[in-house]
């Protein structure tokens, strides 16, 4: 019987099938050290091609893994294991719709392969498509009856729909099963109950230790093991295993802070001065919410969608698709495009945009838009959707990036590191005010600390912005049943709280943050 090996040696062969193991654990030099040395005559074989498509696309090399992998599919375009490969790198480049089609060819081609209809979930889970996500995450459990990430990621889509209760049951059971599941470990902690024991602990300590665990869930679990010991009142401890957890998952992938900073750089003097945009009546539909995790985006969508007018959509992929679509379609990265645009190339994108977003204004005129990282593209908002309205969002920067670096954020490589995160801090609040300068009417800065300070006032100057008539359901926003499409849905479903400050817990300990945020260690902040 044939098999994705034929061709190879013995010995290639399981190096290969080593290399495989080690990229599903997560451990992208062990399988680099597989594959290293292996002859000039197997280097082309489609398998081997996988494992380095694999093991680019863990490293960030996106557009070199899609390339590598393509080569291998050209000589196996059947393969249902192919497309699944295909579809996870596209998802992890962020072309959704792209990673979508693929794995819906790998679950046709072979109905039985768990692993392709639960690669298919989460592509629909992150392109906020949770009813189809949830279909295909059950079809995963039907195959695989112990795939414990596509049960805790059932259990997590519980917890976006307010059923914390089923969601807590749901992870605690996978954990019965499976001691060293990290998504589930992670989605108690993102539950914000403050539920852990002393046992937990030791468990979740237990867990780190077992080398059987992949890299992924050790990740996980570095992050939930740091909230409890910060909810006992362990700061250092929980300190140590953030850094733990951080330190792990930049061995496969690097941030590289000079290069992002010069391509927001290069984003904003493509916009300034703006270009002649599309007609000023489009965009009126929709409210973008930015700025960085943590800072209080999701509670601003939850005053929005408490309104009578606005559905509060989430964190869609739509705009940098579309802006995506137009640099293939062109044949160069965005921005390099924008100086050729014409107010007609524009309308087109804007148009695109709202097209592929009718669907969520099917109950309510108005949506949000709340995928953080749209303030890169203010510039393209602005040309595209006139009308648009954007809400950059900013909460203390210590506060801010503190909580980045202890939230389990994937894909956000720069919260791994301090000076990393302080670039990246700095990168959007020189756009920020950038925006602000060149578009007063059309972008707010909304502060989180003057909310908590006066939310009647502030509330009340929101719905002005988005010229929305003030409605009392907005300031009872904890009250809706709606679903919540972020890690604080939990959060928002409460009042709002003056005591979500975390960093004063750890004191000096933060000091190397302080410093590279350029602000005063914590001695003289205290005295």
């Given at each position: 019987?044939?098999?994705?090996?034929?061709?190879?040696?013995p010995?290639?062969?399981?190096?290969?099938?080593?290399?495989?193991?080690?990229?599903?654990?997560?451990?992208?030099?062990?399988?680099?050290r597989?594959?290293?040395?292996?002859?000039?005559n197997?280097?082309?074989?489609?398998e081997?091609l996988r494992?380095?498509?694999g093991?680019?696309?863990m490293?960030?090399q996106?557009?070199?893994?899609?390339a590598?992998?393509?080569e291998?599919?050209?000589?196996?375009?059947?393969?249902?294991?192919?497309?699944?490969?295909?579809?996870?790198?596209?998802?992890?480049?962020?072309?959704?719709d792209?990673?979508?089609?693929?794995?819906?060819?790998?679950c046709?081609?072979?109905?039985g392969?768990?692993?392709?209809?639960y690669?298919?979930?989460?592509?629909?889970?992150?392109?906020?498509?949770?009813?189809?996500?949830?279909?295909?995450?059950?079809?995963?459990?039907?195959?695989?009856?112990?795939?414990?990430?596509?049960r805790?990621?059932?259990?997590?889509?519980?917890r976006?729909?307010?059923?914390?209760?089923?969601?807590?049951?749901?992870?605690r059971?996978?954990?019965?099963?499976n001691?060293?599941a990290?998504?589930?470990?992670w989605?108690?902690?993102?539950?914000?109950?403050?539920?852990?024991?002393?046992?937990?602990?030791a468990?979740?300590q237990?867990?780190?230790q077992?080398?059987?665990?992949?890299d992924?869930?050790?990740?996980?679990?570095?992050?939930a093991?740091?909230?409890?010991?910060?909810?006992?009142g362990?700061?250092a401890?929980?300190l140590?295993a953030?850094e733990?957890?951080?330190n792990?998952?930049?061995r496969?992938?690097?941030?590289d802070?000079?290069?992002?900073?010069?391509?927001?750089?290069?984003?904003?003097?493509?916009?300034?001065?703006?270009?002649?945009?599309?007609?000023?009546?489009?965009?009126?539909?929709?409210?973008?919410?930015v700025g960085?995790?943590?800072?209080?985006?999701?509670?601003?969508e939850?005053?929005?969608?408490?309104?009578s007018?606005?559905?509060g959509?989430?964190?869609?992929?739509?705009?940098?698709q579309?802006?995506?679509?137009?640099?293939r379609?062109?044949?160069?990265?965005?921005?390099?495009?924008?100086?050729?645009?014409?107010?007609?190339?524009?309308?087109?994108?804007?148009?695109?945009y709202?097209?592929?977003?009718?669907?969520?204004?099917?109950?309510?005129?108005?949506?949000?838009?709340k995928?953080?990282?749209?303030?890169?593209?203010?510039?393209?908002?602005?040309?595209?959707?006139?009308?648009?309205?954007?809400?950059?969002?900013?909460?203390?920067?210590l506060e801010?990036?503190?909580?980045?670096?202890?939230q389990r954020?994937?894909?956000?490589?720069?919260?791994?590191?301090?000076?990393?995160?302080?670039?990246?801090?700095g990168?959007?609040?020189?756009?920020?005010?950038?925006?602000?300068?060149?578009?007063p009417?059309r972008?707010?800065?909304?502060?989180?600390?003057?909310?908590?300070?006066d939310?009647?006032k502030?509330?009340?100057?929101?719905?002005?912005?988005?010229?929305?008539?003030?409605?009392?359901?907005?300031?009872?926003?904890?009250?809706?049943?709606?679903?919540?499409?972020?890690?604080?849905?939990?959060?928002?479903?409460?009042?709002?709280?003056?005591?979500t400050?975390?960093?004063?817990?750890?004191?000096?300990?933060?000091?190397?943050?302080?410093?590279?945020?350029?602000l005063?260690?914590?001695?003289?902040?205290?005295?």
């Open positions: 019987m044939a098999t994705r090996l034929d061709g190879l040696t010995t290639t062969a399981r190096r290969v099938v080593a290399a495989g193991e080690s990229l599903d654990a997560g451990r992208v030099e062990e399988a680099m597989q594959l290293a040395g292996i002859e000039r197997e280097a082309q074989h489609p081997i494992m380095h498509a093991i680019l696309g490293r960030g996106h557009r070199d893994a899609i590598v992998m393509r291998a599919m050209a000589m196996r375009p059947d393969d249902p294991v192919y497309h699944n490969t295909l579809g996870s790198l596209q998802g992890q480049a962020g072309d959704y792209s990673a979508i089609e693929s794995l819906r060819r790998s046709e081609l072979q109905p392969l768990g692993m392709a209809w690669n298919l979930g989460v592509m629909l889970t992150r392109s906020v498509r949770n009813d189809e996500a949830t279909a295909a995450l059950q079809r995963a459990v039907e195959l695989e009856p112990r795939h414990m990430q596509a805790a990621l059932l259990a997590d889509i519980l976006m729909q307010g059923h914390a209760d089923e969601a807590a049951a749901e992870y059971r996978v954990l019965a099963e001691p060293g990290g998504m589930a470990w989605g108690l902690a993102d539950l914000r109950s403050g539920q852990f024991s002393e046992d937990d602990i468990s979740m237990a867990a780190l077992d080398r059987r665990n992949s992924d869930d050790l990740i996980a679990i570095g992050f093991l740091a909230a409890a010991q910060h909810d006992h362990h700061p401890a929980a140590r953030i733990q957890a951080n792990l998952a930049r496969r992938r690097h941030w802070r000079a290069a992002f900073s010069a391509s927001v750089t290069a984003l904003n003097q493509a916009f300034d001065p703006p270009p002649e945009g599309a007609p000023s009546e489009l965009g009126r539909e929709v409210i973008f919410i960085l995790p943590r800072s209080g985006s999701t509670l601003v939850q005053i929005l969608a408490s309104h007018r606005v559905e959509a989430g964190e869609l992929s739509d705009l940098p579309v802006l995506a679509e137009e640099s379609r062109r044949g160069q990265p965005f921005p390099q495009w924008v100086k050729a645009m014409q107010p007609a190339d524009w309308q087109r994108l804007g148009q695109r709202l097209e592929r977003t009718a669907h969520w204004r099917h109950r309510r005129p108005i949506f949000t838009d995928l953080p990282s749209n303030w890169i593209y203010t510039g393209a908002i602005r040309a595209m959707l006139p009308q648009a309205r954007i809400i950059g969002c900013r909460r203390d920067p801010t990036c503190f909580s980045c670096y202890r954020l994937e894909n956000n490589e720069y919260t791994r590191d301090f000076e990393d995160l302080a670039s990246f801090w990168d959007f609040d020189r756009s920020l005010t950038q925006w602000q300068r060149l578009h009417q972008v707010l800065e909304f502060r989180h600390e003057e909310l908590q300070a939310p009647q502030q509330i009340r100057a929101l719905l002005a912005f988005c010229d929305l008539p003030h409605e009392d359901a907005c300031e009872r926003f904890h009250e809706s049943g709606r679903e919540v499409r972020s890690p604080s849905a939990s959060q928002v479903r409460q009042p709002l709280r003056r005591d400050a975390h960093t004063a817990a750890y004191a000096e300990l933060l000091d190397p943050l302080r410093r590279a945020l350029g005063a260690p914590w001695k003289s902040a205290v005295h």
